[in-house]
T-cell receptor
């Protein structure tokens, strides 16, 4: 079983709704990530948090708002999304962010399948 | 440019047969390369890591190779099973960046 837990597993929302995706890990990892994955494509990086601070924002639209309340939790707040935002949203963690040591292994959650109507 | 390429894009084999997936990278500097398996609709799971000094590593029916000179890695699957049907993604961390470079993946279908 994965040690990164994501909720909800499935989410259907309208374009005017506000919802949140949640991610939790208890491995003591200091880097956490949000990825977006469309069908038959590799994951695309959205955000990276390192030591609870946002270190990378890959020019993600402001309708996606990340939050890292503490070292174990990562949220992704969603507001006014578009149908093309429908995708599998993956949370991942690593011991440290790439380039600063550690094994460099990403541990992924099972993902949250988002459908925007 | 830091890139990871994979081939073939997709592969269909019969149960029990062997197959080899390829990964070429241009990420520099290089420290390691991981192969992940992703079942449809689920998160990727690490299969094996190849560090700069390793040439071959086995994990059950999976054998990975690395040639750091040519910047190529392969993943060989022996005696395939239906449960091997998945996408296999090659990932290299950027040492002078903060993220990981993903290959496009190879979609493997094992048929009975």
């Amino acid at each position: 079983d994965t040690e990164v837990t994501q909720t909800p597993k499935h989410l259907v929302m309208g374009m005017t709704n506000k919802k949140s995706l949640k991610c939790e890990q208890h491995m003591g990892h200091r880097a956490m990530y949000w990825y977006k994955q469309k069908a038959k494509k590799p994951p695309e990086l959205m955000f990276v948090y390192s030591y609870e601070k946002l270190s990378i924002n890959e020019s993600v639209p402001s309708r996606f708002s990340p939050e890292c309340p503490n070292s174990s939790l990562l949220n992704l707040h969603l507001h006014a999304l578009q149908p093309e935002d429908s995708a599998l949203y993956l949370c991942a963690s690593s011991q440290q962010r790439a380039g600063t040591g550690g094994s460099g292994e990403l541990f992924f959650g099972e993902g949250s399948r988002l459908t925007v109507l | 440019k830091n890139q990871v390429e994979q081939s073939p894009q997709s592969l269909i084999i019969l149960e029990g047969k062997n197959c080899t997936l390829q990964c070429n990278y241009t990420v520099s500097p290089f420290s390691n390369l991981r192969w992940y398996k992703q079942d449809t609709g689920r998160g990727p799971v690490s299969l094996t890591i190849m560090t700069f000094s390793e040439n071959t590593k086995s994990n059950g029916r999976y054998t990975a190779t690395l040639d750091a000179d040519t910047k190529q890695s392969s993943l060989h699957i022996t005696a395939s099973q239906l449960s091997d049907s998945a996408s296999y993604i090659c990932v290299v961390p950027r040492l002078n960046g903060q993220n990981f470079v993903f290959g496009p993946g190879t979609r493997l279908s094992v048929l009975p």
